[in-house]
């Protein structure tokens, strides 16, 4: 039998409710703001929101994590991790998800160890397990809790609880590590990351929010929403002049329109089975 949403955030407020002391992995998305908000609710002053800085996200997502955790009352604590220190995710291999996210919640783990809280959550949901997430792997490995996903929360169960909450992000975008931009098996580095970066924050500030810069050598390939094509073109001037600034040479737009994990389209079934099994 199926449960309603009522029932399942029931739930959710059930598994909370015996966990004492929470820290929540806090990235401002709406995933994790549901968590903590939740936590909150369940624990009050008993939850502590980690926002972690990284190369390899927007200053601008971690300002706005710490902004919007702060504005619900929560107790914050401001941390960073240096990625492109780690040759594992540089090399940028299918597996390196699975290195990436084992330093954050090891990180998360000596933070929790360290000033005594009893469990570490973080957001994962329902779909999830639908998707290419080595990930799930480090997060199992680590011991932390996907409350979400022990609650049978879907994505979007998560945005009508977090609207029925009034939480602010109830419709924000995915966002997801600008690594995601770059295919597999060319290596990472500073430079790539600040152009896509570059790249994304103009395409939003001309009216493009939803939008990847997808990084092949010296050709940008943009995906944007299918509906939002025909404007793209005709501003094609500007975001070529701009783009070529930061060092493409070609830009396209990716006729099938912005789509998640389109880096993992070209990866056959066998290895992304291994990487997420590894």
């Given at each position: 039998m199926n449960k309603t949403l009522e029932e399942k955030n029931r739930h959710l407020g059930e598994i909370l409710s015996g966990m004492e002391r929470v820290l929540v992995a806090f990235s401002g998305g709406v995933d994790s703001t549901l968590v903590l908000k939740r936590a909150q609710e369940e624990l009050g002053d008993q939850v502590l929101a980690v926002v972690v800085a990284s190369e390899l996200f927007r200053k601008e997502e971690f300002e706005g994590a710490v902004q919007l955790a702060e504005k619900m009352g929560v107790n914050v604590y401001k941390t960073e991790i240096k990625e492109l220190e780690n040759p594992h995710i540089v090399a940028n291999n299918p597996d390196s998800w699975y290195h990436s996210k084992k330093m954050l919640y090891s990180h998360l783990n000596d933070i929790a160890e360290e000033l005594g809280y009893s469990y570490v959550l973080d957001g994962m949901i329902m779909d999830d397990l639908d998707d290419f997430r080595p990930g799930l792997k480090a997060r199992?490995?680590?011991?932390?809790?996907?409350?979400?996903?022990?609650?049978?929360?879907?994505?979007?169960?998560?945005?009508e609880l977090a609207n029925q909450l009034?939480?602010?992000?109830?419709?924000?975008?995915?966002?997801?590590?600008?690594?995601?931009?770059?295919?597999?098996?060319?290596?990472?580095?500073?430079?790539?990351?600040?152009?896509?970066?570059?790249?994304?924050?103009?395409?939003?500030?001309?009216?493009?929010?939803?939008?990847?810069?997808?990084?092949?050598?010296?050709?940008?390939?943009?995906?944007?929403?299918?509906?939002?094509?025909?404007?793209?073109?005709?501003?094609?001037?500007?975001?070529?002049?701009?783009?070529t600034s930061l060092g493409f040479a070609y830009v396209s737009i990716d006729l099938l329109g912005y789509r998640t994990g389109s880096m993992n389209e070209e990866l056959p079934a066998t290895i992304l089975e291994k990487a997420s099994n590894s």
């Open positions: 199992t490995e680590a011991g932390a809790r996907s409350v979400l996903q022990e609650a049978n929360i879907y994505k979007h169960e998560v945005r009034e939480l602010p992000v109830w419709d924000k975008p995915a966002s997801c590590s600008l690594a995601s931009r770059i295919p597999y098996g060319v290596q990472l580095d500073k430079k790539k990351i600040e152009q896509v970066n570059e790249a994304e924050i103009f395409l939003d500030k001309l009216g493009f929010p939803q939008t990847r810069v997808r990084h092949h050598g010296n050709v940008a390939r943009i995906e944007v929403t299918p509906e939002q094509i025909p404007s793209m073109v005709e501003k094609r001037e500007q975001i070529q002049m701009k783009l």
